[in-house]
């Protein structure tokens, strides 16, 4: 049997079943684009299975009065999500194309898109932020030929009460999240799941959901394989031991191609070039080194510390010679 991986994004999960009916979907909806649609056989769920890159799911979609809803719950901060978005939006309007020809002197009406990602992680975030796909161009413009909209509501207590007010099962949901970090304080996660189960359905919180999925949602947290997190530790123990290897390699032979080797085999396919590229551009829309940080949900010494090299080279930033100081930089620490 392989090793034991605890599920972090067990609330994701769930969060999909939940909302995986009319009834609750509709609610969500109307809380979300403050409608009063009463059919719940009006709306159409639309969710993406196994959708377009790497097997990702789209979380829910529905489409209703030609609205196409597209909603992603994120238990992180992910500043990809205009690019995720885009590509499910293509893959619906295929979909919705079939028997449209495409190439009709008349104009073709689609269905309305709105992006909308619910955040419940536990970094710190506004109570709403918008994202852009063309924060991820790699040359800025003005007025880009494409643009696509992400809307992230953060959902944790305290947050958007109004829309949680509305959608009385938001609310229990964000709840039964909450009650499971309590637990999870003092607990194992797996084991702070199942207490918490056993609390909401004894205080009346999501207790129907519950008791008809008790043992799926704890089964969730807990599962024999997970293939990502398996690569995500390879990658790790990859670029320390590359890391490792190249430094030690490098006082060995006076720093030369060893240590040079080691770093680029540790960051692997240019990662640290690709992570440069990216502050880069976010430097010259003045994003502070903080903000850098946080959308890229990297380490704030190190986007600082490339920042502080980068000064030199504005505002065109040559990205290698920013990468060959970063370089030199860690030999003299």
């Known amino acids: 049997m392989g090793k034991i991986y605890m599920n972090e994004k067990y609330r994701d999960t769930v969060f999909r079943m939940i909302f995986n009916s009319n009834k609750q979907l509709l609610e969500l909806y109307n809380a979300v684009n403050n409608t009063d649609y009463d059919d719940p056989d009006a709306l159409e769920i639309v969710t993406l299975e196994n959708a377009i890159y790497l097997g990702m799911k789209n979380d829910v979609s529905c489409l209703i009065d030609m609205r196409l809803q597209l909603y992603e719950h994120q238990s992180t901060v992910n500043p990809n999500m205009p690019l995720r978005d885009l590509m499910y939006v293509c893959e619906q309007y295929e979909k919705y194309m079939v028997n449209k020809d495409i190439y009709s002197s008349r104009l073709i009406k689609l269905p309305t898109p709105r992006f909308v990602v619910f955040y419940n992680g536990t970094r710190t975030q506004p109570e709403r932020r918008e994202l852009y796909l063309s924060d991820a161009f790699e040359i800025p413009e003005e007025s880009p030929s494409l643009e696509l909209r992400v809307t992230q509501l953060n959902i944790n207590k305290g947050y958007n009460e109004d829309l949680l007010k509305r959608c009385p099962t938001l609310f229990e949901y964000v709840e039964y999240v909450s009650i499971v970090r309590s637990y999870q304080e003092t607990q194992p996660l797996e084991e702070a799941v199942r207490h918490a189960v056993d609390h909401c359905i004894k205080h009346n919180i999501l207790k129907d959901f519950l008791l008809a999925n008790k043992a ?67 430097l010259q829309k003045n994003k502070s080194p903080e903000t850098i940080a946080e959308e890229l949900e990297e380490d704030l010494d190190t986007i600082q510390h490339i920042c502080d090299i980068a000064t030199d080279f504005a505002p065109d930033y040559d990205v290698a010679k920013i990468v060959e100081q970063y370089k030199k930089s860690l030999l003299n620490v």
């Open 216 to 282: 799926e949602v704890i089964r969730m947290t807990l599962y024999e394989y997970d293939e990502e997190l398996h690569k995500q530790t390879i990658r790790k123990e990859s670029y320390e031991d590359g890391f490792d290897d190249g430094f030690n390699n490098g006082f060995e032979n006076g720093f030369g191609d060893g240590f040079n080797n080691g770093f680029d085999n540790g960051f692997g396919d240019g990662e640290l070039t690709n992570l440069t590229k990216l502050v880069c551009r976010k």
